[in-house]
């Protein structure tokens, strides 16, 4: 199968042959500068094409990237919400606990000083505490009193 370049260069070469095309040196100088010009070009376009197709498929890949770069955001985000809602759900239980925490502490309190004040409890307890601190004292004198010389 013959392509139309083909064509046009056999086409071409017919007609220089038979005579028909009487080109001067000079225009066939600048008929041979055309052509470097177009092989030159369709270099150009080649080495472009080539670029192109490069620079795409970083694009895709990019692109690619950019996508899984979102979903991985989304999911993180999605995540970071779920446990921002967590944190403000036990602030919230929390805060009730230390108020009911807080009313039980109250009247643990009051029912302490009103059990104390029925009891006499302060009174007792300096009695009990005056009262053994005094046995200890009568079993230990000899060895407090060589104390208190030894330090004295």
């Known amino acids: 199968m013959t392509t139309p370049t083909g064509r046009r260069w056999r086409a071409a070469v017919v007609l220089a042959l038979?005579?028909?095309?009487?080109?001067?040196?000079?225009?066939?100088?600048?008929?041979?500068?055309?052509?470097?010009?177009?092989?030159?070009?369709?270099?150009?376009?080649?080495?472009?094409?080539?670029?192109?197709?490069?620079?795409?498929?970083?694009?895709?890949?990019?692109?690619?990237?950019?996508?899984?770069?979102?979903?991985?955001?989304?999911?993180?985000?999605?995540?970071?919400?779920?446990?921002?809602?967590?944190?403000?759900?036990?602030?919230?239980?929390?805060?009730?606990?230390?108020?009911e925490l807080a009313a039980a502490e109250v009247a643990l309190a009051t029912a302490d000083w009103d059990c104390r004040e029925e009891s006499d409890y302060d009174a007792v307890w300096r009695e009990v505490r005056s009262r053994l601190q005094q046995e200890y004292v009568d079993a230990h004198r000899d060895e407090l009193d060589a104390w208190v010389e030894a330090h004295a």
């Open 18 to 99: 038979t005579g028909t095309l009487a080109l001067s040196a000079p225009a066939m100088a600048q008929l041979d500068d055309i052509r470097d010009r177009i092989r030159e070009v369709e270099r150009d376009q080649k080495k472009t094409s080539k670029e192109q197709s490069k620079v795409d498929k970083r694009i895709d890949n990019l692109a690619s990237d950019l996508d899984h770069t979102s979903k991985d955001l989304e999911e993180a985000d999605r995540k970071l919400r779920q446990t921002t809602a967590r944190v403000e759900q036990a602030r919230e239980d929390l805060a009730a606990a230390e108020a």
